[in-house]
């Protein structure tokens, strides 16, 4: 478990004091997992007589440092942040540690589904949200761990929590991405073989991703797989990763239904329930679903 300490010649890393940003807690959070029980300490500056051996990062103008004028910027530019700098020294090492397969691809695939978005926050460059609602980064949510105006938290100990939820997430986000590896190679093999606009799954994998960024994916509009509540769901394909607008719905008549209801609009006996913005419909057995799916290919209906 990370631990802070007081006296620099302890520490195996030193960061800034003060305010905390996702990137130096995200960063902490990596060395933690990778060296285990992880000192740290925090400073206005770094001391001349540090060891060759202390991590130094997010500060300092150093090697994991992106403050300076000539601070590291990827072929995409989105510029480093500590973290991002932190992880491409060592996890490829990490990755390799935990004994994952596939760690190139993990590696990459974590690049870009997380590690980027922070990095580029912390340099100022801010997502483009258009919903009408507030929404959170993990950055944003980070940044609530900072003392509140008028409370008495002390800074090291919210960063200490700010840390450990970092952990978590990290850990959970290293999880999710190689499922969603091993499944990508499922998911095409699966598509390699496939004809007609329909994908039918044995088991539940994670899909869309590979779907939309595939050739073979193209033509796929619904997706038939076992569901965690029992029988089997339809799913609607959208029209690309950025494009949440589905490339087939279920028939309007259907929205909302459920059981009997639904059996009798259909048709079909083990017609279960199809959600009321028909993007999703289950059933009870694979030969309904699969009866379902060709009815709404058929219809071909759009929004």
């Known amino acids: 478990m990370v631990k802070i300490v007081s006296d620099y010649h302890e520490a195996f890393g030193i960061t800034h004091s003060g305010t905390m940003h996702a990137d130096e807690v ?3 959070a990596f060395l933690d997992l990778y060296f285990e029980d992880f000192k740290v300490i925090r400073l206005k500056e770094v001391p001349n007589d540090i060891s060759n051996k202390t991590i130094v ?3 300092g103008k150093g090697k994991f440092d992106h403050h300076q004028a000539d601070a590291k910027i990827r072929e995409n530019n989105i510029k480093y942040s500590s973290f991002g700098l932190i992880f491409e020294e060592y996890g490829l090492a990490y ?3 935990i004994n994952l397969k596939n760690t190139r691809a993990i590696y990459n695939y974590l690049v870009k589904d997380f590690i980027e978005a922070i990095d580029a926050i912390d340099n100022g460059i801010f997502p483009v949200i258009t919903s009408n609602y507030k929404v959170k980064t993990v950055s944003e949510i980070i940044k609530l761990f900072n003392p509140s105006y008028m409370s008495n938290d002390d800074e090291n100990e919210q960063f200490i929590k700010a840390v450990m939820v970092a952990k978590i997430i990290l850990t959970e986000e290293i999880k999710n991405i190689n499922g969603k590896v091993i499944a990508s190679k499922k998911v095409k093999q699966l598509l390699n073989k496939n004809t007609g606009p329909i994908l039918i799954l044995d088991e539940y994998l994670p899909y869309e991703e590979t779907i939309l960024t595939s050739l073979k994916g193209k033509t796929i509009k619904l997706v038939i797989y076992p569901s965690n509540r029992g029988g089997y ?3 609607t394909v959208p029209i690309s990763l950025n494009d949440k607008t589905s490339r087939v719905y279920f ?3 259907w929205a909302g239904l459920t059981n009997k209801n ?3 609009v259909t048709g079909i006996k083990g017609a279960n329930f199809c959600h009321v913005n028909r993007f999703i419909l289950t059933a009870n057995t694979k ?3 699969i009866k379902l799916a060709n009815i709404t290919i058929d219809s071909d209906e759009k929004i």
Do not use: G
Request: proline share 5%.
């Open 262 to 264: 639904l059996e009798q």
């Open 233 to 235: 769901a339809i799913k």
């Open 287 to 289: 030969e309904a679903a």
């Open 251 to 253: 028939p309007k008549k």
């Open 57 to 59: 990062y997010d500060i």
């Open 26 to 28: 995200f960063a902490t």
């Open 95 to 97: 990755l390799k540690k």
